[in-house]
């Protein structure tokens, strides 16, 4: 007789239905998996939403409070897809509750928000994870375990960038839905919270802990109206921010971020070079990882493009045949099917919080360098 | 209150799961679809497989025998999902008993077939389709809607392959689960049947009716052991398969499928040249379609390179934000959600049986004028 | 003391160009050959043109008459860059002169006229080749020694197309300086002669003869204004032409050649697929080759991209550093060096007049199976 | 009558090449410039060398001394090509001595140097260039043409960076033929001036002055052996640098360069986004530049690569016909031939002297900014 996990989920938007979608998929594509995932039930502030959000994605009941889901017997796992300024409070109340929590990315607004979380958490011995899902990119985890086997040799050099155009538009609004992106308050930094998180949470997976960096952001547009009070107000947060860094391993890091980039939509890179091989990866066509190998024979030696879809390619026996690509909304899945793994072998899924954090360090001084226009070190632990 | 349509499912294999999958999500990404898909019952022979299969998708309940299933009052539609050998007689006996059907493609082993399924079919008046899913690529869509719009002027060429290289080994099989595509006996043919029926659809669904053509088919491996019998026996199918011909419209089409093109694990490309414009598309890269406006400004006149993941953009506004990719799977959802709208507004989801016969003339003809080497006319009525 | 050849020159147009450019730098990057070129005459109707041409590009003394130039004594080697239709006059005069020849490609108009001529030619004894440049930009020059190497394997494919679209408007006339390639009666034919015998050329380098075709030709513009009447007359040239075929290692082939594919310049690619490894070139970036290689490991197995532009790469020690490329023009001054090396080691320089009047055999029969809708064999010699 | 030019050249190695290759070709490709090349004198301190050097490209005497050539009364332009520690001597030299300078880049080894040069060549009133040469590569004067034509809008973002891999080898010495570039004596500093030059340069025609700087650098291998003492001696170079900055127009710049990207021969990539359209470009695929341009049709929008092969886009009216490239060696020819023109309108050949004392500056801060872990004004006067 299999185990059930009885998920409640808490905020109803786009990760909202991200992760609906990766719990639904479990059955069809992980039957393997000893527990079963239960929608118990989802909770929104506003009644309409979540009842029509359940009725779509199969959740058994709902709820306008989270408090009232977290008091629940029959919810197992809290799941916080809710903007940043409420991850701390939910997951401390959470764990308080001895519920396992699976909390969306960035793990909070501030360092300081996140320690505090992590440290309820590890007291309460709470399962946890983050949803950093681009880690369970199957051309990603391969990029890991090419590196992992040591192929590449001595690192010198990481660099990844995450480029959107969608806020160039003075019209575009800070606050509400869809547009919480863009107000301080509510996401705590701009895209060094939205978009670096994910390519710091990779780069630190891949490469090691960045021990200092050095910074600068820029907001372009200074005021937007607000959501809320319908008036221009000034924005807080960085719309574009830059850093260089070292990591411990002695390579060197660059990165950059910006929703001013036009012609890219979600164009998040990454490369790593080694004494003897390099990889890169690129969101836009993320089925492909590229792979350099100077060991190769000296006149047909190139960048090979790696097609990752076959069955011995991370994650890729769960899918179709080599040759068909899966999509975005499959990273979430994965992360999904390793956590409920993670379940049988009692081990961690990773990213934790405590992992987690170590990226909100980077992040924290990221923003404090590029204020001070000074390097800082990070603090991390790796 | 929703109406239900009551699927059974015959045969577990590759497309049973695809078909499968596209069910499952209607309610998750069409919620405004009036009908609810019920998975009522599985079949396939093998009783554990089909048990198995069963319960890793959702369906009700279980048969071994298809005349059961076709049998059963509670069956609205029947989805077969059967090596080709078997489509003719299973549409058939559907059609007759009323039920609705879903036919995996190529429609027939061979015209014959086809067209006693279509007479029958007609005579039963029974709501049909053929899954075709490569029009439901969002980028081949997007296609169509730009060739309709009348952007690329006269046509002058039309070139589609698809490329493979699964049997390039001799110890490959033939019959069998996995390897019936090998086995004429059960695919009718090789790569024309399965491979260039695709390219055909899409090529006259996008540019008219192919009128004559012109082809040559090769057999490298001309023995290979048999599945059933344990022994070698000659390879009946068609391993490649060229042909050139005349759209109605005056185009030249060319066509090349294979199954020995290293390198390849499903490349199906197309382009289409229009007197003003061109389109180019690309199975492994599907989310992307290339675009050439020679009206563009001469000093920056190129290639397009289209993201096609934008809620403007055909099916995009159901998944995530732009550039953020589907995958394979996602072209039979499309179809599922398209036949499942049909039944609300009562007109036909393309591609019928009827469709799906024309297709089938072209195939035939192309083997003929293979094997007689000599020009064919098609009999296409598009 | 060094040798000189005194070259003479027939024709100033496009060719005239490139080859005049080719023998120039021969100094200053293949110092090493140990005959000079000497740029004795330049010829062509026009007194003002060729003198003009001859300031340009060096040439010590003009003609207007070609007979005139080589009557000449001191005239060593004649360059043919005429339009086709005097090809073979001015090959067989200067064969019967005892001079040595450098004839554009196509030979000859047709298969009669380039069996004269390498009748006359073979005779006289003369050293000859054909400028079919492709085979000497430095990625195509890699692929035939990747090829003779045995890295492919047996081979199962070739496919080849030329697409151009600069004939797509009306207006563009027959005959005359630039339009001279779309009047039949100074090509001989349209895109067959000018494009394909590059392809075919090329083809049967790497792969060896073509034994078999079966074509189709398409005139889409059906008259034209011709240059020296003013008036329109009916188009005899092939706008359009596709064939395929059989070489003689059992491979099969598949050739496309139009000048109404909208958006593409010049766009020669060649691929061929072994049972071990795959090539893939494309003139419009002729820097790089790309290359699959099965036996790669299976995870990170993928199509190389070679960027040819090293010095152990051929002819690559010649010019810059790695990643630095070279451009069209230096196909041409490859070959120049390898006829002026080909005088000291007393070898042929590929492709001679034989080998060139092979392609004009598949050229030949490719427009007769168009013609006749039937298969033809080619008689091809390789 | 045309008037002449002649040119003594000092330093004979991978630029002397280069840049005879140039004026060797004006007669050829630039017909209509009114004075003609005269390559007088090469000069290299190896006089085996230097006159082997004559003889493969055309000089008609050498010296193996530079101030014997600048004394001479034949030359009317000094030709600097030698390595970083000579070309402030010489330069001032050649311009007290009246003669035009054409010196390769960087311009110096110091701003101090670099100062010093500029004082004299403005007092002595001298016609002067220094060979950023990739500022000619007719895809990046398109991209500079677009950028002035306003189509971009307001610039947010500015990136560039120039990859190479050919030190990772602890087995490189320093100094030397070939390897001084790793000698910080003679070379004044590493991938900053030996690439990160070029990438400011552009940046700068193309985006405006560079404000302020924060940088990093790293010297990977800390000893190698040095040509001249066959010693192991402490390297000086800066083997990578990554640099942020501002722009004078408010946009940020993002800049990497390194020798120690395994895959990467030369890859000099730059992006610029603007409000409205976004450009890049690729040295390793030089005749593309990409281009977004956002105000087109949304379902049809995507970035074109443009093949600047055509006679409409800069320079390429010069070369063959649309679809053929040209190679590395064509951006200097460029600058030679507007050097030439230059000389006929009596304006500036950018970028002078003058202009390649800016990218000095913002050299000198790089390096500064490195070296203290702070921000650095530049002092740049765009």
Same mark, same amino acid.
Request: charged share 25%; proline share 3%; aromatic share 10%.
């Given at each position: 007789m299999?185990k059930?996990? $009885?998920?409640?989920?808490?905020?109803?938007?786009?990760?909202g $239905?991200?992760? &609906?979608?990766?719990?639904?998929?479990?059955?069809?594509?992980?039957?393997d998996?000893?527990?079963?995932?239960?929608l118990?039930?989802a909770?929104? $502030?506003?009644?309409?939403?979540v009842?029509?959000?359940?009725?779509q994605w199969?959740?058994?009941s709902?709820?306008?409070?989270?408090?009232k889901l977290?008091?629940?017997d029959?919810?197992?796992?809290v799941?916080?897809?809710? !903007?940043?300024d409420?991850?701390?409070?939910i997951?401390?109340?959470s764990?308080?509750?001895?519920?396992?929590i699976?909390?969306?990315?960035?793990?909070s607004r501030t360092?300081a928000e996140?320690?505090?979380?992590?440290?309820?958490i590890?007291?309460?011995g709470?399962?946890?994870?983050?949803?950093y *899902?681009?880690r369970r990119? !199957?051309?990603?985890?391969l990029?890991?375990k090419?590196?992992?086997?040591g192929?590449l040799?001595?690192i010198?050099?990481?660099?990844?960038?995450?480029?959107?155009?969608w806020?160039?538009?003075?019209?575009?609004p800070q @606050?509400?839905a869809?547009?919480?992106?863009?107000?301080?308050?509510?996401a705590?930094? @701009?895209?060094t919270?939205?978009?670096l998180a994910?390519?710091? #949470?990779t780069?630190?997976?891949?490469?090691?802990?960045?021990?200092?960096v050095?910074a600068m952001?820029?907001t372009f547009?200074k005021? $937007?109206?607000?959501?809320d009070?319908r008036?221009?107000?000034?924005?807080?947060?960085?719309d574009?921010?830059i850093f260089?860094?070292?990591?411990?391993?002695?390579?060197?890091?660059?990165?950059e971020s910006?929703r001013?980039a036009?012609?890219h939509?979600?164009?998040?890179?990454?490369?790593i070079n @080694?004494?003897?091989? &390099?990889?890169?990866?690129d969101?836009h066509? =993320? *089925?492909r990882?590229?792979?350099?190998?100077?060991r190769?024979e000296s006149?047909?030696?190139g960048?090979?493009?790696?097609?990752?879809?076959?069955?011995d390619?991370?994650?890729?026996?769960?899918?179709?045949?080599?040759?068909?690509?899966i999509?975005?909304?499959?990273?979430?899945i994965?992360?999904?099917?390793?956590?409920?793994?993670?379940l049988?072998t009692?081990k961690?899924c990773?990213?934790?919080?405590?992992?987690?954090l170590?990226?909100?360090?980077?992040?924290? =001084?990221?923003?404090e360098?590029?204020?001070?226009?000074?390097?800082? #070190?990070?603090?991390?632990?790796?």
């Amino acid at each position: 007789m299999s185990k059930e996990l $009885r998920i409640g989920l808490i905020g109803c938007g786009f990760m909202g $239905r991200t992760h &609906s979608n990766a719990y639904n998929r479990l059955q069809n594509f992980f039957p393997d998996l000893k527990t079963k995932a239960v929608l118990k039930a989802a909770c929104a $502030r506003n009644k309409d939403s979540v009842e029509a959000f359940a009725k779509q994605w199969g959740y058994e009941s709902t709820e306008t409070d989270w408090k009232k889901l977290i008091a629940r017997d029959d919810i197992d796992a809290v799941d916080i897809c809710t !903007p940043n300024d409420t991850h701390a409070e939910i997951a401390i109340a959470s764990a308080k509750a001895g519920k396992m929590i699976l909390c969306e990315k960035p793990l909070s607004r501030t360092l300081a928000e996140g320690e505090e979380m992590v440290k309820v958490i590890e007291k309460a011995g709470v399962k946890n994870t983050v949803w950093y *899902n681009y880690r369970r990119v !199957p051309a990603v985890t391969l990029a890991k375990k090419i590196i992992d086997s040591g192929k590449l040799g001595k690192i010198f050099h990481y660099r990844a960038n995450f480029l959107q155009d969608w806020t160039i538009s003075p019209d575009v609004p800070q @606050g509400g839905a869809g547009t919480w992106r863009l107000d301080v308050g509510a996401a705590g930094s @701009g895209v060094t919270g939205d978009l670096l998180a994910h390519c710091i #949470d990779t780069a630190m997976w891949l490469n090691g802990g960045i021990k200092d960096v050095s910074a600068m952001t820029e907001t372009f547009i200074k005021e $937007r109206v607000h959501h809320d009070s319908r008036k221009k107000q000034k924005v807080g947060i960085d719309d574009a921010c830059i850093f260089h860094c070292h990591f411990d391993n002695g390579s060197l890091g660059l990165f950059e971020s910006t929703r001013y980039a036009r012609g890219h939509k979600a164009l998040y890179t990454l490369e790593i070079n @080694g004494e003897h091989a &390099s990889i890169r990866w690129d969101l836009h066509d =993320m *089925n492909r990882l590229e792979y350099f190998d100077h060991r190769d024979e000296s006149v047909v030696r190139g960048w090979r493009s790696i097609h990752v879809t076959d069955g011995d390619q991370p994650y890729m026996d769960k899918w179709w045949v080599p040759g068909l690509i899966i999509g975005y909304e499959h990273s979430f899945i994965h992360q999904a099917a390793d956590f409920f793994k993670s379940l049988e072998t009692n081990k961690p899924c990773n990213p934790t919080f405590k992992d987690a954090l170590q990226t909100q360090k980077v992040c924290e =001084m990221v923003i404090e360098s590029a204020n001070t226009r000074s390097w800082k #070190d990070t603090g991390v632990d790796w």
